[in-house]
């Protein structure tokens, strides 16, 4: 079993930063991609960014060029730097992570952090 623990939501102007952490309980050696999720009200769950096991990284169109996704494997964390956030970031963000074993591909979900953008 995978835990994943979130932390640094909070309220920001907007063209504000945050930085969210997501604390992993186990070795990334085992994972095959984590990555940040986010569900504002009345929308579905949206990718953000994602980063593979070999450090291959993906990001939704409306945040390229803002956030950062980032990894340190010697404390089992994995980050998402927020810059010039917008209203429209505003959303419960999830940490993610997957991993193969037997064949099979297990999920994990964090509990979820807010964030709030004001204009």
């Known amino acids: 079993q995978v835990h994943l623990v979130e932390s640094g939501g909070g309220l920001v102007q907007a063209g504000g930063s945050l930085r969210l952490s997501c604390a992993v309980s186990?070795?990334?050696?085992?994972?095959?991609?984590m990555g940040w999720y986010r569900q504002a009200p009345g929308k579905q769950r949206e990718l953000v960014a994602a980063i593979t096991s070999g450090g291959t990284t993906n990001y939704a169109d409306s945040v390229k060029g803002r956030f950062t996704i980032s990894t340190d494997n010697a404390k089992n964390t994995m980050d998402l730097q927020m810059n010039s956030l917008k209203p429209e970031d505003t959303a419960v963000y999830y940490c993610?992570?997957?991993?193969?074993?037997?064949?099979?591909?297990?999920?994990?979900w964090g509990q979820g952090t807010q964030v709030a953008v004001s204009s």
């Open positions: 993610y992570a997957d991993q193969y074993y037997g064949g099979i591909k297990y999920d994990y």
């Open positions: 186990i070795s990334f050696f085992s994972i095959n991609t």
